[in-house]
């Protein structure tokens, strides 16, 4: 191995320019074209000043810097990470036969590449779109994407992507609300709020509950780990305000997670899927004793005397829900849900589930809806909207500005396939649809059926629209466009997915991505993009837009943070910018001047910056040269303090307090009816009995009118519990953001919490509960397999109290699938992706929302071959031999560490030797 | 206060606000992976950890659990056994107080890591070299770069890392310490260097009391009170809400007694708890007096 020769720091050769990515805003240092370091973004004394909360007898307010979480300290090692895509490739023994046929599909995810030039990938890929479209017409090509793989309105999904795909007209294929989907499918029977997708309102409720709340119940959430979503770390601190002025934390959930073994005064964990049964039983000790609230009830709640006959007992079940029935099932201390009942009565209580409130593990479960539906009635039921009683989580609803337009990602105005940023809008003539969650069963089987339409804010009524595919009239998709991530770590029954790409129905697969993840092995042709560094683009740090299914998102953030993402360093290697190759192809199919409008990428970034309210404070000039601009919370002199110039004032809108106090609604995005202090439900009242439902579908077997526990058809009770008695509880992840960082950024491996490097190889890291562990034979550090019928995963074991010997602890979303024998069912993964285990199947007929925390699993101690088979290696390979092609010339810092030698290997191992010797 | 005035810059590590978030630790690898400094030569991509987040699960029941983090930088210790174990200034501390390694005049002294009480020095085989945190006064020294503070410092969410002039009174820093229990690494003298370690956990004695158990209630307000035996120090309380009680920070590797007392009720007392480890003492289920 050559010898390691470093660059030298020198500060005053570097410029600074900066950027956003889903760990926040950074500020990047560069020294001669090359990353030298990632810092937050510290404000100067030109920024705005600060808000100040005032609450019991001191004041708040935010440190002056953005708090970037631990991800984006990685971003250098990601950019220069040993498995980017350096150049395009084509697979091996892929054949261009005239029909498509014959093409070696079965190969896929074994073949290896051959390095081609930008023109030989791009003719290629134009000529087989142009074939297939001759063949079967514009819907035969499909094309998805992941979520924030990068971020910027111009690059953004909804909007490049969405541009030259609408463009070209593709079958397009729908998400799922695979965060929320028990509050998607659920709580709009509720209280409406399709349009927020079930979730609750933001708004002022930091200072509300900072002010108010004596307790702060978080249910199946762990705030310091999913940092509101996009908004980094920056209500870590907020949490500890109130924590320190001595508010009392309630932490539910089976695994007792990381901001809980911190905060929580009290922590509970049920067994998976019991959530609804403890809520129940809740309601009862409330209704027995009389704690809640009748005024509130009678006057906004609908059929509320029918709930309480079926929680005591009279309804046609005949079963009383107490506390008794519900340790039962939960196996919680009757008596600690007692006590968790009467504090939450007694004193004034906020409770959220998940992130941003409306989300959490809990709702991913074959039970979601219910538990999630139950938890907004019982937040009703104790007053929802009155001051320091709320349905909230903890890490949104900052102060901030309501009065500034700038958009956010998911904002149908922030696009460059839309008005106004757009001249020339493009409209997708093909109307056929495919549902993410169940892509490789249509292909597979050439038909399926669902309901919904993936994101259904839109209303109600959305949920219960029937899609068929191949739709009346279109031929079935045979190419497969794939843009950014991999969804082996976060679609559910991966295995599915390696099946689907070997079917000769796939006649041509294209992989556009930055990195060579688990997915882009499937591919016929690769395309490399160069990461969000490497390009312009502009965006709001966690915003995701007034028109966004979590509007005002962004009061996760102290700051209101827009940010010119400048192009820090030239593309690497011979990738480009995703607009490059879209603009390309574009080109070769003859509408390029049309898919461009004659912009490069900074005037298509300029456009956004131009249609905000930006231009009022800020020229195009000064925002470039600065980098960034945080909006104040208020634009009026006399809202600042006099002595400390803070804001003191702003225009505050609390969430839901309207409701609470009969106000006219003065909230952000509200509908009509609520000004007539209605909600989005068909009685515009809290329907404890759903009329909705009621109406369109009576025959849910998922969704009952009145919510309620029921068994999962995977849990404690199914006919799996036998041979796989644990249940398997896969959060979204502290130390990646689905999959995008922990396959590419090494450094990750080295927190002792995330993976164990063991022979060069990084396992994830699984927790089980100390009992389990000793009747299985399995010490702290062992290597461990966890399996049922549909994969198996190798771990390394984290022995722990965290939780109850029903649970076992393993993250989803793993940036890794690293099968010993590559796309084959029955092979073990070396990688962590856990949701080979977790179950394809819905959550019902009418719910077709994922389920992964309805998964049944058992565990054993495993000693794994380090050698056999194919493993971590065949990433390796593919790095190695473009290595081998390449006469490099441009310089990186990370020059000496694109291949793994001999130094390498070794300090890997004497790493796994110092993490074995660890005990508990 | 400018950067370049301190007398002696140095970090409170206030433990009790740290989350394990990893922030300071990848800041710090972002730092000083792969690039060299005239205060240090690259830290290697994998296997150093300069600024190490030492963690440990406290408790010994899934009722009470918590975690401990300690970020564990170097000390820069006032008085440094890697500047004794040193030769020809290969290690040296500065009249700041920050202690840095040569890169130059260090290499082959392995005896500099050896010497380390809290293993915070590493050593480098490939470059035959012993590294560590340089409190990145590389960066403190120079007016070209922008930044204020530490790299971990500047990364941390929490306040739990504190930079400032640990000579200046009226500094945020010496507020901090003065406001909280100082409390030294295993190994390291009472008299901290530049690095100070505040509220690092002691043992805690938890658990809940009941009424008689078919009743299924948890009893609020029963007085609790444990007494070591000994030294005879001696705390009490009632229990909470939720009929918990938790005696937060006592010394370690002590026997403790704990008496559990309520009006109507047999007083009940527990002998021999055992402060080795974080403890949950278990349910109490009161009996009819």
């Known amino acids: 191995m050559a010898e390691r020769i470093n660059p030298v720091s020198d500060n005053s050769k570097q410029r600074i320019a900066h950027g956003v990515c889903v760990a926040g805003p950074m500020t990047v240092h560069t020294q001669d074209g090359v990353i030298r370091r990632v810092r937050p973004i510290v404000l100067t004394d030109d920024d705005t000043p600060g808000w100040v909360i005032k609450a019991r007898g001191k004041e708040y307010t935010p440190q002056r810097k953005f708090t970037m979480s631990l991800l984006g300290y990685c971003e250098k090692d990601r950019t220069y990470a040993y498995d980017r895509l350096k150049y395009p490739m084509i697979r091996e023994d892929f054949v261009e036969t005239p029909d498509g046929k014959n093409r070696n599909t079965e190969n896929r995810g074994k073949s290896g590449y051959r390095r081609a030039s930008w023109d030989e990938a791009l003719s290629l890929v134009t000529r087989e779109i142009k074939r297939l479209h001759k063949t079967y017409g514009r819907e035969t090509i499909t094309a998805c994407t992941s979520s924030h793989h990068s971020w910027g309105l111009v690059g953004y999904k909804i909007s490049l992507f969405n541009r030259f795909f609408s463009m070209m007209g593709y079958t397009r294929i729908a998400d799922n609300p695979d965060s929320w989907e028990g509050f998607h499918w659920g709580t709009p029977h509720t209280f409406g709020y399709y349009w927020r997708l079930g979730g609750p309102e933001p708004y002022d409720m930091l200072e509300m509950a900072m002010q108010n709340a004596d307790t702060i119940i978080c249910w199946s959430s762990d705030p310091d780990t999913s940092r509101g979503g996009y908004s980094a770390q920056e209500s870590a601190l907020w949490r500890w305000w109130m924590k320190e002025m001595g508010i009392q934390f309630i932490y539910v959930d089976p695994f007792n997670n990381y901001t809980s073994v911190k905060h929580a005064d009290k922590w509970i964990g049920p067994r998976m899927g019991t959530d609804a049964a403890i809520l129940e039983s809740i309601a009862y000790v409330w209704l027995t004793e009389d704690t809640y609230d009748h005024e509130y009830i009678r006057q906004h709640g609908h059929r509320f005397r029918e709930f309480a006959d079926h929680i005591l007992g009279r309804g046609p079940d005949g079963t009383p829900k107490t506390p008794k029935w519900a340790e039962e099932l939960s196996k919680v201390p009757a008596m600690d849900i007692k006590a968790i009942a009467r504090r939450w009565a007694q004193t004034p209580t906020t409770v959220g589930s998940g992130m941003r409130g409306g989300f959490g593990g809990a709702c991913r479960h074959s039970n979601g809806t219910e538990y999630a539906r139950l938890l907004v009635l019982l937040s009703a039921m104790q007053g929802m909207g009155k001051p320091g009683r709320a349905f909230w989580g903890p890490g949104c609803g900052a102060p901030m500005n309501y009065n500034f337009w700038f958009g956010g990602y998911s904002d149908p105005l922030a696009s460059i396939a839309k008005a106004p940023v757009a001249d020339d809008v493009p409209m997708n003539p093909v109307e056929q649809v495919l549902y993410r969650p169940n892509l490789p069963d249509a292909i597979l089987d050439g038909h399926y059926e669902w309901y919904g339409e993936g994101f259904c804010g839109g209303g109600i009524d959305l949920e219960f629209t029937r899609h068929v595919y191949p739709a009346p009239g279109y031929n079935k998709v045979h190419c497969f466009w794939r843009y950014g991530g991999s969804f082996f770590g976060t679609m559910l029954d991966t295995n599915k997915w390696a099946a689907m790409y070997k079917s000769p129905e796939l006649e041509f697969v294209i992989n556009q991505d930055i990195f060579f993840t688990p997915e882009t092995r499937y591919a016929d042709v690769i395309l490399p993009a160069c990461s969000n560094l490497e390009r312009t683009d502009i965006g709001e740090v966690g915003s995701s837009g007034l028109g966004g299914y979590c509007s005002h998102s962004e009061s996760g953030n102290s700051w209101q943070m827009i940010v010119y993402q400048d192009k820090c360093i030239e593309p690497l290697w011979d990738s480009r910018s995703d607009f490059w190759i879209f603009s390309q192809v574009a080109a070769r199919l003859g509408w390029g001047e049309r898919f461009t409008e004659g912009r490069d990428e900074e005037a298509w970034a300029k456009r956004f910056w131009q249609f905000s309210d930006l231009p009022k404070v800020m020229s195009w000039e000064d925002f470039k040269k600065k980098g960034y601009y945080v909006i104040p919370v208020s634009f009026k002199e006399e809202d600042k303090d006099p002595e400390t110039g803070l804001y003191r004032n702003w225009d505050r809108r609390p969430g839901f307090n309207w409701f609470a106090e009969n106000r006219a609604c003065d909230t952000m995005n509200h509908k009509v009816f609520q000004e007539e202090h209605l909600l989005g439900t068909f009685s515009g009242k809290f329907e404890f009995v759903s009329e909705s439902l009621t109406y369109w579908a009576p025959d849910d077997e998922a969704r009952r009118p009145i919510p309620q526990y029921q068994d999962s058809w995977e849990g404690h009770k199914s006919l799996t519990a036998d041979k796989f008695p644990y249940g398997l509880i896969s959060p979204h992840p502290r130390f990646d953001y689905h999959t995008h960082y922990n396959q590419h950024a090494k450094w990750l491996w080295e927190v002792p919490k995330n993976r164990v490097l063991i022979n060069g190889n990084p396992y994830l890291v699984c927790h089980i509960n100390k009992h389990v562990a000793d009747q299985k034979g399995i010490k702290d550090g062992d290597v461990v397999r966890l399996f049922n019928d549909r994969g198996s995963v190798l771990c390394v074991a984290r022995v722990t109290y965290r939780l109850w010997p029903e649970t076992i602890h393993a993250y989803t979303s793993s940036g890794i699938y690293n099968p ?80 793994f030698g001999e130094q390498e290997t070794l300090i890997l191992n004497l790493l796994a030797q110092r993490q074995a010797q660890e005990v508990l | 206060m400018l950067k370049t005035k301190m007398k002696r810059p140095g970090i409170a590590i206030n433990t009790k606000r740290c989350m394990a978030c990893y922030a300071c630790f990848m800041a710090c690898k972002d730092e000083h992976c792969g690039w ?32 401990a983090s300690v970020p564990t930088p170097c000390a820069h210790c006032a008085d440094p056994a890697c500047v004794k174990a040193a030769k020809n200034g290969g290690a040296y501390k500065r009249p700041d107080g920050i202690v840095i390694i040569d890169p130059e005049k260090a290499v082959g002294q392995k005896e500099i890591a050896d010497a ?4 915070a020095v590493y050593w480098n085989a490939e470059l035959n070299l012993p590294q560590k945190c340089t409190l990145c006064a590389e960066l403190l020294d120079d007016p070209d770069y922008p930044g204020f503070e530490p790299r971990c410092v500047e990364a941390c969410p929490n306040q739990a890392l504190v930079f400032g002039d640990l000579d200046d009174p009226e500094s945020n820093v010496s507020k901090l310490i003065a406001a909280n229990k100082v409390t030294p690494l295993e190994g390291l003298p009472e008299k901290p260097g530049n690095v100070v370690h505040l509220n690092i956990p002691g043992a805690f004695l938890a658990g809940t009391v009941a009424y008689p158990q078919e009743l299924e209630e948890v009893c609020i307000g029963a007085k609790v009170t444990v007494t070591c035996e000994e030294t005879g120090e001696s705390r009490s309380m009632e229990t909470n809400w939720a009929g918990d009680y938790e005696f937060e920070d006592l010394p370690k590797g002590m026997t403790w007694t704990v008496d559990i007392a309520y009006d109507g009720f047999k007083p009940v007392r527990y002998t021999g708890e055992r402060t080795d480890r974080d403890h949950y003492v278990g349910i109490t289920y009161l009996e009819k007096a």
Not at chain 1, 830 to 844: D, E, H, V, Y
Not at chain 1, 864 to 886: C, S
């Open chain 2, 36 to 67: 060299d400094t005239p205060l240090s030569k690259a830290q290697p991509e994998l296997g150093q950890y300069w600024m190490n987040i030492v963690e440990w699960e406290r408790g010994d029941n899934e009722r009470r659990i918590k975690t």
């Open chain 2, 116 to 119: 380390c009480p809290i293993h």
């Open chain 1, 820 to 899: 010993i024998r590559y796309g084959e069912r029955d092979s073990w993964d070396k990688g962590g992706s856990i949701n080979l285990l977790t179950p394809g199947r819905l959550i019902g007929d009418y719910v077709p929302a994922m389920a992964p925390y309805s998964c049944n699993i058992d565990v054993e101690k495993a000693e794994p071959d380090p050698n056999f088979g194919q493993g971590w290696e065949h990433i390796l390979d593919e790095v190695d031999k473009q290595q081998l092609e390449t006469q490099r010339p441009i310089r990186t810092s990370a020059d000496a560490d694109l291949v």
